[in-house]
């Protein structure tokens, strides 16, 4: 099992969220935690399962302009 952290900016997340949901949906995985926090900040965690949909997924996150993904074994 492998966690999948995203984080962007609250301008970021306005201009591509759909991008990055429509990526979200073609891994098989389960959304754990999806955050606003106080300065505007987007943060969110996905479990998956095999590590290349991990390492796809970030990869594919880190191609959205402001956006960052790392994955880490559970």
């Known amino acids: 099992m492998w ?31 999806s955050k606003k926090m106080p300065d505007g900040k987007r943060f969110m965690e996905y479990k998956i399962e095999d590590v290349g949909d991990a390492e796809a997924f970030q990869d594919e996150c880190q191609n959205l302009e402001g956006f960052t993904a790392v994955f880490e074994s559970l």
């Open 3 to 33: 966690l999948v952290t995203i984080t962007c900016s609250s301008e970021t997340w306005k201009r591509l969220s759909s991008d990055f949901l429509a990526i979200a949906d073609k891994y098989p995985g389960t959304c754990t935690s």
